[in-house]
């Protein structure tokens, strides 16, 4: 069985940094492309970054775009996204996915796994 965990989220000061992490179990996740997602009360959930699966494609929402930064350790089954300078507006759930295709997508439906999320709350 599929399994992704996220951990890492908190409530933090603006200006601050988090680094999420997303644990993956249950098949071999070599090939996969990553993304992180996130979801804000009374939003629709968007996308944020994402990472091909060899690591050498990287693609960020233009609001996170300079602070975030995605990567994923193989050996590990695991993605991380760091983020600095943490604003109010970044307050959300943040998800991660896993797509088979191998690439990255700015969609939900181009991913086939996801976890169940973590909270990130940013404090003026």
């Known amino acids: 069985q599929v399994q992704l965990v996220e951990s890492g989220g908190a409530s933090v000061q603006a200006g601050d940094s988090l680094r999420l992490s997303c644990t993956a179990s249950g098949r071999t996740f070599s090939g996969f492309g990553w993304g992180w997602f996130r979801q804000s009360p009374g939003k629709e959930r968007e996308f944020a970054a994402g990472i091909r699966w060899s690591g050498d494609s990287t693609r960020y929402a233009e609001s996170v775009k300079g602070r975030f930064t995605i990567s994923r350790d193989r050996a590990k089954n695991t993605v991380y996204l760091r983020m600095s300078n943490l604003k109010p507006e970044d307050t959300a759930v943040y998800f991660c996915?896993?797509?088979?295709?191998?690439?990255?997508?700015?969609?939900?439906?181009?991913?086939?796994?996801w976890g169940q999320g973590t909270q990130v709350t940013v404090s003026s």
């Open positions: 996915a896993a797509s088979e295709g191998g690439y990255y997508s700015a969609l939900d439906s181009g991913y086939n796994y």
